[in-house]
């Protein structure tokens, strides 16, 4: 039935959480981007890779992520939200994956990022962005989504159960 899953949420959505959940429950192979500067065999923390390296650096993995991870058949990814801003890493994604979407508003989002700690100022600017920016990756994410979650006050287990119900409905399974 599905082949691979990319989980987007924008920051604090749980996606992480739900994406381990889903992949343990559909028996799938699960791939975190923010692990993903791991595949160099760098022994950094993200916070430490985006102080080194910089934004451009986690992008570039980022694209290489997505096209390893699309080599495999089932598995789920969980991508940051910020990935919607690449045309080219969009398409790869729609190209291989059933895109699910967890949505939550710019406002509730904008809220979550201010109480936020970050590591180092470069994660901070990295998560932080402006609500312009929050509403274009949200109009995206909406429009791309095959399936979209509200994830507003609900568990990673409900969400995990929402999904399922709307993979069941994407491939009309009974």
Not at 98 to 105: A, E, M, N
Not at 106 to 130: G, H, L, P, R
């Amino acid at each position: 039935m599905v082949q691979n899953i990319a989980i987007v949420g924008l920051n604090r959505s749980q996606a992480y959480e739900v994406g381990k959940l889903l992949a343990e429950e559909l028996d799938m192979h699960f791939f975190d981007c923010l692990e993903l500067f791991e595949f160099d065999n760098i022994p950094r923390t993200f916070p430490m890779m985006l102080e080194e390296f910089g934004e451009k650096y986690y992008r570039e993995k980022e694209k290489g992520m997505l096209k390893y991870a699309s080599g495999f058949n089932e598995c789920i990814i969980n991508l940051e939200c910020g990935f919607a801003d690449n045309k080219s890493n969009f398409e790869t994604v729609k190209e291989n994956c059933l895109l699910v979407y967890l949505h939550i508003p710019a406002s509730k989002i904008k809220k979550k990022i201010e109480k936020a700690k970050y590591n180092t100022e470069q994660e901070k600017k990295f998560f932080d962005v402006s609500i312009e920016t929050v509403n274009a990756r949200i109009k995206a994410l909406k429009e791309g989504a095959d399936i979209l979650v509200t994830a507003l006050n609900g568990s990673a287990l409900k969400l995990c159960s929402d999904i399922l119900r709307g993979i069941k409905a994407y491939y009309n399974v009974q």
